[in-house]
């Protein structure tokens, strides 16, 4: 077929006379390699399934096969499904782990009964002078793997953990001084100890029927004549590393029984003993008993290819060039979603990924090992945790004996506002958050809490699932069940979302077996302890996305591609240190002996990945290598060597291929540049001005006007539209509920003193009176200003204690500075009203102002305004020549600068013009943060304010009130971002970007 192919083509004649046979037979091996690349080549479980239906007709009933996972197995099935054309039993399908398992009936260990049973061990031996299992939780699991290792590995316990005894005895051993420490005593008893550790634990686990994976395999080929094998026919494939029990077990099948084993190379790298990609095969054929049966093509060295490797800069990036790719691979003709496969090096970038495919896929399948400290339901756990941990924190502190537990805001804030809740309950469960905010309750008990929410008409589901956080105690199992059952309570609302029930059920079964080991070993009562246990069996294992693998577009980690092939395939982040991933080294047993004993080292893995990611790329005719060229927490962004000796290597052997290399980048999303806000005055909102500027309860206040110089906009929002600050709870007292608490301090002395018939001398008398009742009403303050709120503890009393000195130092201050003062007046309203010419009408604008004092010091009237914050001098010093036409004078009305002369000289205005009083006045302001010192308001080298200098400023004020009214001109935001620092609404105006 070949040769006609050739000679219908050119005219043999012609042919033989124009080359020579050495040409003609180049020419040959050239159309022969042609005539190859344009065969589709078959998959590997097409290639065993071919032979199955070739070889057993159809009569699988007796047949076993095993299999590196159960996804392999699916495939499988579904390839002989599509071949056979009559009824017919399956065969049997198992992975290499379930098939251990069947043959030798262990129940298979989960890590939680793994480590609670190792302890008890650990326990009987150690009594006293064992470690808290908290400690334990940090060296058990390691100590677990090297169980595991010595036996899928088959080594010889006693020799290696005598080895590594006396090695670490070696170690220690030091001549110049005999005698160890008690540490170091206690070091060496640990390693004196692991060969009794090891023996005992799987003599406990053989009592209980259950097996970790070494121990039930090594069982089974130590004595495998003793255990039924159910089959008389095997046929195993899609292997390549073998641990030693494996190679046994395998050898066993294959000398006992009628067995095939298949192996999957390419040519490329079985041969090239340079190539790590084929060290594994290489051995297991090498081995006599498991020569069986070699698939091995040529795709990577001669097939037609087309590779593209993309550094992009970031995981973010990443993702989205994922869905470009996918777009475009969509939009062909021929295009299979079923032949395409996503490989994911990084497991964390899954959920980035599905948040950034295209609205053209339809259907995907999701199989791999997802991390659980990256899930939603790790972090709610966790937080459910700390939620009982602070709990009992608290309780322990606390003084008081009632037996009821309290629990604390932010806990319940951080459990109601996780995504998984959010999404089961639309938010509604925020209006608890709310109320708690509003009511600034820092502590409360979960009586207290279901109270709230029935009083917000919560439904029946959303107060089944506050119910459930009540607990009778904090013992580390009622903790444990309580979890459980919000987790039951919040699964039954996840139910419809396939990943939020795969992402609960995974953890909720690790609570679950912590219950049952709690019950049965009840070890733990600490719940810190308890959350550690929980981080360290999740670190184990990760939440495994098992969904139906024959669905259409496939997303999976490099594990999963074992014995699969696909016509596309997309690799992400193949990074250097991610794969194959970086070296590390955790086990007790040293280095040196693993070695020796041929236990599996951490660069072991770089031949397996390495056989992995290229077998997967076999078969494959469109490969998408992409990685991150930027910085990240494994380091540089530095391109995997795999892909590198495909740039470098394999262009050298296959022509046929093409192969780029390039940086892409993406076009950065646009971002919205934040156009100036300005809001203009509607008749709506000119009304709203209107109502605000001649209400005689609103009026315009220095602070308002304040506002309005610093930013037109923030005026709108505060003043107009009456918007507030979110209300959060205030644990620790704020800086402005202190200042009010000090103000009506203040306030509540000198009125009553003032208010007292036959008083208001303000004398020696009265300043005493006052240093001995201030510390009463300070507190008084406290309780009314901070409800709810621990003023008894912790930084609280710090605070209130502060405020007590600031009061104080304030009295013996004032008793230098003001003894003997006359006409007090605190807290005194002022008001005025200005006609103000606007849209061709007369407006009566209402200004209003409090000031925090009003008295006479040796014939001078003084204003006096109490500051807790900083006050620097210099703001209240304007003594320029010629002030009124100074730049200082006009910033007065445009800087926020000068927001305190601003305020003084308003309130001087208003009282001035209130009472009738004729000027000079002295405006000052007292600095309590710095001993009470008083400020004066300095203009022309003088401390008191003239008749000229208030009506000058009542004309400019009359300006500024012209231009907030102005119809015309727009609320705009400031064009000084140093204004923005501080605002409540930064978040609105997009400054804080």
Not at 325 to 353: G, M, Y
Request: hydrophobic share 40%; with cysteine; proline share 3%.
């Amino acid at each position: 077929m070949i040769y006609n192919f050739i000679f219908h083509n050119v005219e043999k004649r012609k042919f033989i006379e124009q080359i020579t046979l050495i040409k003609f037979i180049t020419f040959i091996k050239t159309l022969l390699l042609k005539f190859k690349t344009i065969k589709m080549a078959k998959k590997f479980l097409e290639e065993i399934a071919d032979f199955i239906l070739d070889k057993y007709k159809g009569n699988f009933e007796e047949l076993t096969i095993i299999l590196p996972n159960r996804r392999a197995g699916l495939f499988l099935e579904k390839y002989l499904q599509e071949k056979i054309d009559k009824p017919s039993w399956a065969p049997k399908l198992n992975s290499i782990d379930d098939f251990v398992f069947e043959i030798t009936k262990y129940d298979k260990a989960s890590s939680t009964d793994l480590i609670f049973e190792l302890y008890e061990i650990y326990l009987s031996f150690e009594k006293e002078s064992a470690r808290s299992f908290e400690d334990f939780g940090s060296w058990g699991p390691k100590l677990l793997n090297d169980f595991n290792d010595i036996d899928m590995y088959l080594a010889d316990y006693k020799v290696i953990f005598t080895y590594l005894k006396e090695a670490r005895n070696l170690q220690k051993w030091n001549l110049d001084r005999p005698n160890i420490s008690a540490l170091e005593d206690n070091y060496l008893k640990f390693y004196h100890s692991l060969l009794i550790y090891y023996v005992k634990f799987k003599d406990r686990l053989k009592s209980l029927n259950i097996a970790y994976s070494g121990m039930a395999i090594r069982d089974l080929v130590e004595s495998p004549l003793n255990y039924d094998f159910t089959s008389n026919k095997f046929l195993i494939a899609g292997f390549n590393a073998l641990s030693t029990a494996e190679v046994k077990l395998f050898e066993f099948i294959m000398t006992h029984f009628e067995s095939d084993i298949f192996w999957d190379a390419d040519d490329y790298y079985l041969k090239n003993t340079n190539q790590e990609a084929g060290k594994y095969i290489r051995k297991n054929l090498n081995n006599n008993n498991l020569k069986g049966k070699l698939i091995l093509s040529e795709e990577l060295s001669s097939r037609v290819k087309k590779i593209n490797i993309s550094g992009l800069s970031s995981n973010y990036s990443q993702v989205k060039y994922v869905g470009k790719l996918l777009k475009d691979l969509i939009s062909k003709e021929n295009f299979n979603s079923k032949e395409t496969a996503i490989v994911l090096a990084d497991e964390e970038l899954l959920f980035p990924l599905l948040n950034s495919l295209p609205k053209e896929v339809e259907d995907l399948n999701i199989t791999m090992s997802y991390p659980f400290k990256k899930s939603m339901a790790y972090d709610l756990i966790i937080n459910l945790f700390e939620l009982y941990k602070v709990a009992l924190r608290k309780k322990q502190l606390s003084s008081e004996t009632e037996d009821y537990i309290l629990i604390y805001h932010r806990n319940i804030a951080k459990i109601l506002n996780s995504p998984l809740v959010k999404k089961a309950y639309y938010n509604n469960l925020t209006k608890l958050i709310n109320f708690i905010n509003d009511n600034n309750i820092s502590y409360t008990t979960a009586e207290n809490i279901l109270m709230f929410s029935k009083n917000l008409s919560f439904s029946d589901e959303e107060l089944s699932l506050i119910n459930s956080l009540k607990v009778e105690n904090l013992s580390a199992l009622t903790v444990l069940e309580a979890i459980n059952k919000f987790l039951e309570i919040l699964k039954g609302k996840l139910i419809f979302s396939e990943l939020d029930g795969d992402l609960l059920s995974s953890n909720q079964i690790i609570i679950n077996q912590l219950i049952i080991k709690l019950k049965k070993y009840p070890i733990i009562e600490n719940i810190s302890t308890l959350k550690k246990l929980y981080n360290s069996l999740t670190k184990m294992k990760g939440i495994p996305f098992e969904g139906e693998p024959l669905r259409r577009l496939q997303i999976m980690g490099i594990l999963e591609t074992r014995a699969l092939d696909f016509k596309n395939i997309i690799y992400l982040s193949l990074n250097e240190g991610v794969i194959p991933k970086s070296n590390q080294f955790h086990s007790f047993i040293l280095p040196e002996i693993r070695r020796e004993y041929k236990l599996p080292m951490p660069y072991d893995d770089d031949a397996i990945y390495s056989y992995h990611f290229y077998r997967s790329l076999q078969r494959a005719e469109n490969i998408e290598l992409i990685y991150n060229k930027g910085e990240n927490d494994l380091g540089s962004g530095e391109m995997s060597r795999f892909a590198k000796q495909l740039l470098y290597e394999l262009k050298q052997q296959n022509q046929n291929i093409s192969i780029s290399n390039k940086i892409v980048k993406l076009p950065e999303p646009k971002k919205q540049k934040s156009k100036a806000i300005i809001i203009n005055k509607s008749n709506e909102i000119y009304q709203q001005l209107l109502d605000l500027s001649t209400n005689p309860l609103r009026g315009f206040s220095p602070t308002s006007l304040n506002e309005f110089k610093t930013c037109g906009l923030k005026f709108y929002f505060s003043r107009i539209l009456k918007i507030k600050p979110k209300d959060e709870v205030e644990e620790e007292i704020k800086v402005n509920t202190r200042g009010t608490i000090i103000h009506d301090t203040l306030d509540i002395i000198f009125r009553e003193e003032a208010e007292a018939e036959n008083s208001n001398k303000f004398d020696e008398d009265f300043f005493k009176r006052a240093k001995e009742n201030y510390k009463k009403i300070l507190f008084d303050r406290y309780k009314e200003n901070f409800k709810n709120g621990d003023i008894n503890h912790g930084n609280n009393l710090l605070l209130r204690k502060l405020d007590e000195k600031l009061v104080k130092d304030f009295f013996e201050s004032e008793e230098i500075n003001s003894l003997g003062i006359e006409n007090v007046m605190t807290e005194q309203d002022l008001e005025y009203t200005i006609p103000i010419e606007s849209q061709n009408e007369i407006i009566k604008v209402m200004l209003r102002g409090s000031a925090d004092r009003i008295d006479s010091y040796k014939g001078v009237r003084r204003i006096i305004d109490y500051k807790t914050g900083k006050v620097d001098k210099n703001e209240l010093n304007l003594d320029d020549k010629n002030i009124l036409s100074s730049e200082k004078w006009a910033n007065l009305f445009t800087n926020s600068k000068f927001d305190k002369p601003f305020q003084l000289l308003t309130y001087t205005l208003l009282y001035s013009r209130q009472f009738n009083y004729s000027l000079p006045i002295s405006p000052i302001i007292i600095g309590l943060k710095s001993k009470s010192t008083h400020y004066p308001l300095i203009i022309n080298n003088l401390n008191l304010i003239s008749k000229e200098i208030i009506d000058n400023f009542e004309n400019e004020l009359i300006n500024l009130l012209k231009e907030i009214l102005n119809k015309n001109s727009a609320f705009k935001q400031t064009k000084e971002i140093k204004n923005c620092k501080n605002c409540d609404f930064i978040k609105i105006c997009h400054k804080d970007k």
